[in-house]
Nanobody, 123 residues
Framework: VQLQASGGGLVQTGDSLGLSCAAS????????MGWFRQPPGKEREFVAR????????SYADSVKGRFSISRDNDKNMVYLRMNSLQPGDTAVYYC?????????????????WGQGTLVTVSS
């Protein structure tokens, strides 16, 4: 699976932003999709994941209620809608695909990664 993330940019505190991830290659609907982020100088961390069907989702506590993950299996796309952005959300955001997961919150569970898109939230 090849993944291409897009949609990052510079926004202000309180703004909203939508990220997209286009998948190609193997059957997209066979994969759990996740978003991770890596803040400057820190390790990559889980943000959200969505099940094969799109019915089940899971979020990091830090983004719960503000971010929303979704997918469109017909278009081979996964999305991350981010509302009420804070400076602490500044990071490079990565989409990832996993054939099987346990929790879906660890980077080691994912088989394929996109190149990342930078989100900067100014105060």
């Amino acid at each position: 699976v090849q993944l291409q993330a897009s949609g990052g940019g510079l926004v202000q505190t309180g703004d909203s932003l939508g990220l997209s991830c286009a998948a190609s290659g193997r059957t997209f609907s066979n994969y759990v999709m996740g978003w991770f982020r890596q803040p400057p100088g820190k390790e990559r961390e889980f943000v959200a994941r969505v099940s094969w069907s799109g019915v089940s989702t899971s979020y990091a506590d830090s983004v719960k209620g503000r971010f929303s993950i979704s997918r469109d299996n017909d278009k081979n796309m996964v999305y991350l809608r981010m509302n009420s952005l804070q400076p602490g959300d500044t990071a490079v955001y990565y989409c990832a695909a996993a054939r099987t997961i346990i929790s879906g919150r660890r980077t080691s569970e994912y088989d394929y990664w996109g190149q990342g898109t930078l989100v900067t939230v100014s105060s």
